[in-house]
């Protein structure tokens, strides 16, 4: 399935390598419960592990609908951790093993046997953030395969080599959406996922549950 609802946002990245990415989407969910989001993406995302290598496939997009889930940081954190939740038991994993350890250097979230990159794009973003939906109430989450960077990466074998990494840099700040660039270049991927409002403001530790909310569903 082509990338949609998500093609206006794809097509306004100031990402080089945007334009020639192979993304496909997944179903759009309407409802406001994030965990059965991941639980309907799960078949499709297996699916989607099993071809990225013989497709070349380079993302697949989970839309969620519902504007309240991206409405605010603190609500888009809460989203990403219960599709994140939601998929995980629907790929057969232990939700709670596999973020035990989120917050460490070289964490990599692994779902159908595949490691994966999140990007999340949501309302609550500026205008000039590259995270922005531009006008969209949904809530946008790519889920990158970790080898497909090798494919766009010189020597293979790296995931983005400094070269290419200001590369993306420069041309986000030439677009008006500066990002985070000390933070781009850290270990710690997951704190990448969910990207703060601002650039220099504290990391979105996603993976740790609120308050009022369960450990795992």
Known sequence: MADGAFAP???GSACPFAA???????????GAEPYEAGLEAGPVLTDFARRVEDEELDGL?????????GATLEAVATTVRRTVIGLLAATG???AAELAHAG???WWLRLADI????????PCYPDTSPRSTHGSDSTFLLFQPVHSFDRHATPKGTVI???VRERIRDAHHAAGTP?????AQGTTEAAKFVAALNPGDPPVAWWRPGPTEPETT
């Open 93 to 95: 994993a232990d939700p």
């Open 61 to 69: 997009v989970l839309q969620l609908t519902d504007p309240g889930l």
């Open 20 to 30: 020639r990415a192979r993304i496909e989407a997944a179903p759009a969910h309407p």
């Open 104 to 106: 460490a250097d070289g």
């Open 161 to 163: 080599v400094p070269a």
């Open 179 to 183: 990002y985070d660039s000390d933070l």
């Open 115 to 122: 490691r994966w990159f999140l990007v999340v794009f949501a």
């Open 9 to 11: 946002i794809r097509r």
